[in-house]
């Protein structure tokens, strides 16, 4: 329907600068972490594998993803757990205040991570909020040490930020759901809890799928809560990578471990994708 | 004639979801609503009960240089990022809905990959192509940084609003003479006004709230976050409640505007649904 | 108990033979939303392999009314009694009443077997005996073939026996169907409105359909229940709501007809130019007259209780069958005459029909 002048001045612009400032990037990135650096803090450009060597043999990298994706997996299941019987709750039991509420819980979606991240550690020091609230009514002596500078803190922050993120493809995905679906489940003689079991929660799980991965891939990039909260216990992968490339100044190992990264959410995302398509059914 | 008691509506289950609902409601805004009371706490960012209210803090806020000065920054960057996004993110979102073309599928999948990436990716990848061209880092490349991360938002806005638009009107445009730039003039862009100025909303308050791309192309100067960032480090005031309070009532004023925009065009009550499904490569 | 003598009450008002045995009984039902008011006063016997048919326009509170038997909405007012219990008092997944929905709702994530033993397997029912039950059922709306499909690849009319399937399968003692064929394209719909009756003689159980096609209405049903702005105008059976309208409003819904508003006087009716005598009470009257009752006179001596008129003829339609010929007959008359086959074309002609046709209809309240 529209001429190729037209089709060209729509296409071309976003293409190229696309492909300048994203797909170069990432093909830059994946270009560095073959260099090495020398002791000059320079970089050579020497085309070798050693920086995904060190990836494998040095424990260290190991365990700090490995505790990064425990992080991520925690973050998840809570997000999830938090967020979808409020999504059900929104679509179903909701009424003329579904807007309202809806409303509730996307603004906490796109208001600054630092002023969230920052109530946290407000509340959870030892001379925070919640300590002296506990001393006050007499709960606890002293203060509870583990509350911030701890995984605890980064699971507990990530699970605040990322819950709205779970909860609006649940959403969505729960609103999708015809009504009469629910009506002809009552018809045929099932209970509400057997209609969500049977009917409800099947049509919504590509909701739940998506909001996952969102949380999941965004917690393990995560590299200002640990900094924040995370103290020496809770450092994630993504701290190590910004070490890299400030005090530890070592750009190619710092490119390997982001293009690994870089890697494996394209693949989880890829992964989540096809399990979306397999239970959609409509 | 009795009058029936309508079917329970609450019954267990439906309690223990209300109550569920609030705790969650509860989860999300008791850690914002004690940073806001605790900003006027004369006597710091910890301790319970508070006592004291003042308003010093804000006074303090006020005559802080430095946070003004970022504040001046952020202002500047998030216009600049706006327009690129847009100026990039709309013609995206028309190719995308409209044409055919090798790689679209790869050219989709680039645009939306910045929302689900985890900033560190965005940010460090352009430090690496900055770094490649000799580019000093500096408020523009901050400015390249968000455009660029931002332009899937505008797209996925455009992209939603492009497919409530009703082509039996641009057909009819067409049919009654006007070709296809006049059509596109006349009867596309009036229709989008919505979600573009919806769009222009939402970058405009993410940019001025972005930290994690920002952290790797950073330069003299520090945007809002940064500057609030750098001072963390020092050291918790209850000067960054109070900015932090006034960022929170901006991003709320911005974020409530803009979703009865959205809603206002179709009266649709999953805004915002359609960037996190972009972002999951399913709604474009 | 007072609840048969009020059977027989109700189903004499109607107009019928007493029902072999009364299944639902709804009684002074009214729905409210807010202010509007949807549905007022309805009273209504359903009889025991019965295929009662609410027939209304959209707005007519139909749907309203099927929702509250099926318990997806409750009565403002009234009560609904399925033999000795209440019915509107249970939730609608204990009730032994099924739906067959209008957009069919099947679950997309079943198959057509499964949404067929859907109901079974919520029941508990074991496994040998949902598996023959859902078997027999399938084979009954002539699905057996499809069994392993998902909804999505099978066609609407296919998609709408499965939905019929999957609520008899159930052995429902009533089955409401909301508008199932509308969504159809015309011959399919006439072949599954015969299906439709037959399979309900078959099974034997009552059927409540809802429909705002006059000419479903009567191919299938037993007995017609005219709703018009939430409140019933006639219950009886086709050929008598057909032959003897109630109101002009029953008169004009079902079939055409030539309303004649005029005056009785003395045993004279006169209606315009129109006279014949009857033995009605002095007043303002309303009659109905089937365009098939009327004949081109053909011009032999008029019969007893004839009425004869001429008239030009403005406009001729002709439907295959039949045709429709739009007569003026003077000081405003304007007649439609059906007759059959095709008459060529006509100028001045002199129309003729039976005083006994001229049905005296009442004026049906307009309800702001």
């Known amino acids: 329907m529209f001429s190729r002048a037209y089709k060209a001045a729509v296409t071309l612009p976003p293409l190229m600068w696309v492909t300048v400032f994203l797909l170069v990037p990432y093909l830059l990135m994946f270009c560095y972490s073959f260099w090495s650096v020398l002791a000059s803090q320079t970089i050579e450009h020497s085309w070798n594998l050693t920086n995904y060597g060190q990836l494998l043999r040095i424990d260290v990298y190991w365990q700090t993803l490995l505790r990064s994706m425990w992080i991520a997996a925690r973050v998840t299941i809570f997000s999830l757990l938090l967020g979808y019987p409020l999504a059900y709750f929104l679509s179903f039991h909701a009424g003329t205040r579904k807007d309202l509420l809806y409303q509730l819980v996307i603004i906490p979606l796109w208001v600054s991570y630092l002023v969230r991240a920052y109530a946290w550690k407000t509340i959870l020091g030892s001379d925070g909020v919640l300590n002296t609230l506990l001393q006050y009514v007499h709960l606890t002596k002293h203060p509870l040490e583990f509350l911030l500078y701890s995984p605890f803190a980064v699971v507990l922050t990530l699970t605040h930020i990322y819950t709205p993120f779970a909860f609006l493809p649940i959403y969505a995905a729960l609103e999708h759901i015809p009504r009469n679906l629910v009506e002809a489940s009552h018809d045929l003689g099932a209970t509400p809890g057997q209609t969500f079991w049977k009917v409800i929660f099947p049509l919504s799980i590509p909701g739940v799928v998506a909001g996952a991965t969102f949380a999941f891939v965004l917690s393990l990039g995560d590299f200002l809560a640990p900094l924040l909260l995370g103290g020496p216990s809770g450092i994630m992968i993504s701290n190590i990578v910004v070490s890299l490339f400030g005090a530890a100044y070592n750009w190619p190992l710092g490119a390997a471990i982001s293009f690994c990264m870089l890697l494996l959410v394209v693949s989880l995302l890829f992964f989540s994708e096809r399990l979306e398509k397999k239970w959609s059914f409509s | 004639m009795e009058l029936l008691v309508s079917d329970a509506k609450f019954d267990s289950g439906s309690r223990w979801l209300l109550i569920h609902a609030v705790a969650v409601f509860a989860f999300l805004y008791l850690p914002i609503a004690i940073l806001i009371l605790y900003s006027f706490n ?68 680039l645009v939306l990959l910045p929302l689900i990436l985890p900033g560190i990716i965005t940010g460090l990848s352009l430090l690496m192509l900055f770094n490649v061209m000799g580019t000093k880092l500096s408020l523009m490349t901050i400015v390249l940084g968000h455009g660029t991360a931002l332009i899937s938002v505008a797209t996925t806005e455009v992209f939603a609003g492009l497919q409530k638009l009703d082509r039996a009107q641009e057909e009819a445009s067409l049919d009654l003479g006007a070709n296809y730039w006049q059509t596109f003039w006349r009867i596309t862009v009036p229709n989008l006004k919505l979600p573009i100025i919806g769009a222009a909303l939402l970058i405009f308050t993410l940019s001025m709230d972005e930290i994690a791309v920002s952290f790797f192309l950073i330069g003299r100067d520090n945007t809002l976050p940064l500057e609030i960032w750098g001072r963390l480090r020092r050291g918790i005031t209850p000067e960054i409640n109070a900015v932090s309070t006034i960022i929170f009532v901006f991003s709320l004023v911005a974020i409530v505007f803009w979703y009865h925009l959205r809603v206002r065009g179709e009266g649709g009550a999953d805004a915002g649904a359609e960037i996190v499904a972009a972002a999951e490569g399913k709604a474009i | 108990m007072s609840s048969i003598t009020t059977a027989v009450n109700i189903s004499a008002k109607a107009g019928t033979q007493t029902a072999p045995s009364t299944l639902l009984s709804i009684r002074n039902v009214a729905k409210r939303f807010g202010k509007n008011v949807v549905l007022r006063d309805i009273s209504l016997e ?88 859902v078997e027999e059922a399938l084979e009954k709306v002539k699905m057996s073939a499809h069994a392993k499909s998902k909804p999505s690849k099978i066609s609407g009319g296919q998609q709408q026996r499965v939905a019929l399937a999957r609520a008899l399968v159930n052995r429902p003692r009533l089955l409401l169907l909301d508008e199932p064929l509308s969504a159809l394209d015309a011959n399919l719909r006439r072949q599954m409105q015969v299906e439709l009756k037959s399979l309900q003689r078959e099974v034997g159980i009552s059927f409540i359909f809802v429909t705002h096609d006059q000419e479903e209405a009567m191919v299938m049903s037993d007995r017609i229940a005219l709703l018009r702005s939430g409140e019933l105008e006639q219950v009886a059976t086709p050929r008598e709501i057909y032959g003897r309208p109630a109101t002009a409003y029953a008169a004009q819904f079902i079939g055409h007809t030539n309303l004649l508003r005029g005056e009785v006087r003395g045993g004279s009716v006169r209606c315009g130019p129109l006279v014949w005598s009857a033995a009605f009470r002095d007043g303002p009257a309303l009659f109905s007259l089937r365009p098939e009752n009327v004949r081109l006179s053909d011009g032999n001596a008029a019969m007893a209780g004839g009425v004869r008129i001429r008239g030009k003829v403005r406009h001729q339609a002709f439907h295959g069958a039949t045709e429709l010929i739009r007569v003026e007959c003077g000081d405003g008359l304007v007649l439609v005459v059906r007759t059959p086959g095709s008459s060529g074309a006509l100028d001045e002609v002199e129309l003729e029909f039976s005083s006994a046709d001229a049905i005296l209809v009442r004026e049906s309240l307009e309800r702001i």
Do not use: C
């Open chain 2, 42 to 109: 004369g006597e710091g960012v910890g301790g319970f009960p508070p006592h004291h209210l003042t308003l010093d803090w804000y006074r303090t806020l006020f005559a802080d240089a430095p946070i003004w000065d970022s504040v001046l920054n952020s202002l500047q960057v998030a216009f600049a990022a706006m327009v690129i996004s847009l100026t990039f993110g709309v013609p995206a979102a028309l190719a995308l809905e409209r044409a055919q073309f090798p790689g679209k599928a790869l050219f989709r999948r």
């Open chain 3, 46 to 133: 359903v009889a025991e392999g019965e295929f009662l048919t609410i027939l209304g326009e959209s707005g007519s509170g139909k749907t309203t009314l099927l929702r509250i038997i099926s318990g997806f909405e409750s009565a403002s007012a009234g009560e609904v009694w399925m033999g000795e219990e209440r019915l509107d008092r249970q939730p609608p997944y204990r009730r032994r009443v099924n739906t067959v929905f209008q957009h069919y709702a099947l679950f997309p994530h079943l198959t057509v077997e499964q949404n067929v033993a859907y109901g079974l397997r919520v029941a508990k029912r074991p496994d040998a005996e949902i598996a023959s039950r």
